[in-house]
């Protein structure tokens, strides 16, 4: 696991989520996603930007953060590697991810959000070598609607078995089984050179 020397991003995680196959076409075969040109993408950059810029300091200290750090990049022993939108410390000695999303909450958390927020806090707690018990979502087309996450042992033994997977489909090139959402392959950018076997 750890030959990926740091190989594996929130980015690839998130792919490997939404279909296994996103790892072997693009870090097998090389093909790129190029996500770049979806609109909801740009569109999200540019306002999680501007948004970092403006959000109030009154969430921070409401949810008791003493110190933060923006835009940290962090890697982990476990072989994955990240900028973490920001590090907060908080007044009980823990330390949290926060993460900002170009959405909407809807009184759900989608398992994407869920699992980069654990990702991240993988990171911190290997870098930092301090307890994080929780994250933070700012999801900005709410009005910067915060929203704690709680986090448990067990979610980080599930992203450890999730990177073991990933890195396993690179190292031995080998093809996973596609996602078991059908209505995900409508809009996939490699549909055409994936054999659905759903």
């Known amino acids: 696991m750890n030959n990926t020397q740091g190989f ?6 998130l792919e ?3 279909c296994p196959r ?3 076409f693009e870090n097998v075969l090389d093909i790129p996603e190029n996500q770049e040109k ?4 740009q569109k999200g950059r540019i306002v999680h930007e501007k948004v970092r810029k403006t959000n109030p300091e009154y969430l921070r200290k409401k949810i008791g953060v003493i110190d933060r750090k923006s835009d940290v990049y962090l890697a982990s022993p476990l072989g994955i590697r990240g900028v973490v939108d920001e590090v907060l410390f908080l007044d009980d000695n823990t330390a949290a991810p926060l993460d900002y999303k170009f959405a909407e909450y809807k009184n759900k958390l989608f398992k994407t959000y869920r699992f980069q927020l654990i990702f991240y806090a993988r990171l911190i707690k290997d870098n930092f070598q301090v ?3 929780k994250g933070f ?4 087309r709410s009005k910067n609607k915060l929203v704690e996450v709680p986090l448990k042992d067990k979610d980080f033994i599930e992203l450890e078995k999730i990177v073991d997977d990933m890195t396993n489909i690179i190292q031995n090139c080998r093809y996973p089984k596609p996602t078991s959402v059908k209505r995900r392959c409508l809009d996939c950018c490699y549909r055409n050179i994936c054999e659905k076997v759903i």
């Open 16 to 18: 490997y989520l939404y």
């Open 22 to 24: 996103f790892i072997y």
């Open 137 to 140: 979502i700012i999801y900005t």
């Open 8 to 13: 594996i991003t929130a980015t690839h995680l």
């Open 38 to 41: 979806r609109f909801k993408v």
């Open 131 to 133: 307890p994080v018990k």
